[in-house]
């Protein structure tokens, strides 16, 4: 049966065709992701194709200091449930400007260091100022490139991502580094906002859940140590490497 629109004049049925067109095209190019967010997820903790976010741009920097992100992050209560001991090196992997670096420093003390990668300069000049305002020593900085976060061999104790590793453009590759870096003992920390998770204002590339973390994580070599869930509306998934 041949479908009509009432009234419909030649311009108006051809406008209507092309709308409708253009409705079915976007429903069939649509990525996995843009069609399911534009449903319900009937069970967001299913691994799935991901689509990696772009990574957050210097110019927004100070949406990583703002004063709300204590109580949201508890970025104090965050490092300090780590158990990081005074002389380990740490790497702050996608730094930015150091909102967990000078945490981190302090916990490391003097006879510990903490390498501040990031792939943008500008984040990294913004974290030289923060470290110096505070009188923090123990920080490296490294310009990484998205391939290479250039990170030592076999010395590190614990990489930490927040709010990093869905952006990260090569996930593989940033993590076969990240393993040849630790110490057999060493931990990668991912702290990721939880989706599906109602009532946080935070875009949905931005958030991944604890699946479809370890589905990309434990294929690169690392096993799973525990998942912490005391943060409002972040896992907090550690690592260790496979056989260490
Ligand atoms: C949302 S910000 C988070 C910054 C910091 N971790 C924090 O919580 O305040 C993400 C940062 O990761 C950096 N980044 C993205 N991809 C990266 C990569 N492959 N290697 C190192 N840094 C990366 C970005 O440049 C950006 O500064």
């Given amino acids: 049966m041949a479908c009509s629109l009432p009234n419909a004049s030649p311009m108006r049925a051809a406008r209507s065709a092309s709308v409708l067109a253009a409705v079915l095209a976007g429903l069939l190019c649509a990525t996995p992701w843009q069609r399911l967010s534009a449903q319900q997820d009937p069970n967001p903790d299913a691994p799935r194709p991901r689509q990696i976010a772009p990574a957050m741009s210097w110019v927004y920097a100070d949406w990583l200091t703002r004063p709300e992100r204590q109580r949201e992050e508890q970025p104090d209560r965050l490092v300090n449930s780590l158990d990081i001991q005074p002389g380990a090196t740490v790497v702050d992997l996608g730094a930015g400007v150091g909102y967990f670096t000078w945490r981190l420093a302090r ?7 903490v390498i501040a990668v990031d792939i943008q300069q500008e984040m990294l000049d913004m974290l030289a100022v923060n470290l110096r305002e505070r009188g923090i020593e123990n ?4 310009l990484a490139t998205p391939q290479d976060p250039r990170l030592p061999q076999a010395a590190v104790d614990l990489v ?6 869905h952006e990260l453009a090569h996930p593989a590759l940033t993590l076969a580094h990240i393993s040849r870096s630790l ?3 060493g931990r990668l920390v991912v702290v990721e906002y939880r989706k599906g998770q109602p009532g946080v204002n935070i875009h949905p590339l931005h958030k991944m859940s604890v699946a479809e973390v370890r589905s990309e994580i434990e294929p690169a070599g690392f096993d799973l140590v525990e998942v ?5 509306s972040q896992h907090v998934i550690i690592f ?3 056989g260490g």
């Fill in 107 to 113: 916990k490391v003390g003097r006879a510990g260091k």
């Fill in 183 to 185: 110490k057999p003992t």
């Fill in 240 to 242: 260790t490497p496979a």
């Fill in 139 to 142: 920080v490296e900085t490294v």
């Fill in 228 to 232: 912490l869930e005391f943060l409002p």
């Fill in 160 to 165: 930490l991502l927040v709010d990093v590793y």
